[in-house]
């Protein structure tokens, strides 16, 4: 699991430049148990300040961000709060880019078409 229930105040930045699914992804997310806080970040640039900010415990971040490198983006994540749980959401269950993900030190890869309730486990 990603969080857990005792653990309250589990902060989630979710990294996504499609509004609509992070919104959908944000709003589940303030439903499972265990999340205190969940926040959205649309842009690339925005994300080293928010980390700085928020310290997420978890980052949901999107494999394919327009005109950005997420693996490099991941990387600077991890710099700016070695302690979160940086997580890749993608929209294709990919070997290769799986691999790319923990070979980048992802904590995990997650599939966009994952159910809801499979999420808010992993999440909460």
Request: aromatic share 4%; with cysteine; glycine share 4%.
């Amino acid at each position: 699991m990603i969080g857990s229930p005792a653990d309250a105040s589990t902060c989630v930045l979710i990294v996504d430049d499609n509004p609509i699914y992070c919104h959908g992804l944000r709003r589940m997310l303030e439903r499972a148990p265990g999340i205190a806080h969940v926040e959205e970040c649309h842009s690339a640039a925005d994300v080293e300040s928010l980390v700085q900010r928020l310290q997420p415990s978890i980052v949901l971040l999107d494999r394919r961000l327009l005109h950005v490198d997420s693996l490099h983006l991941l990387a600077q994540i991890r710099a700016a709060s070695p302690a979160a749980r940086i997580f890749l959401l993608s929209s294709e269950d990919d070997p290769d880019m799986r691999r790319e993900a923990f070979a980048a030190g992802a904590d995990g890869y997650i599939t966009k078409d994952t159910p809801d309730d499979v999420l808010s486990l992993v999440a909460g």
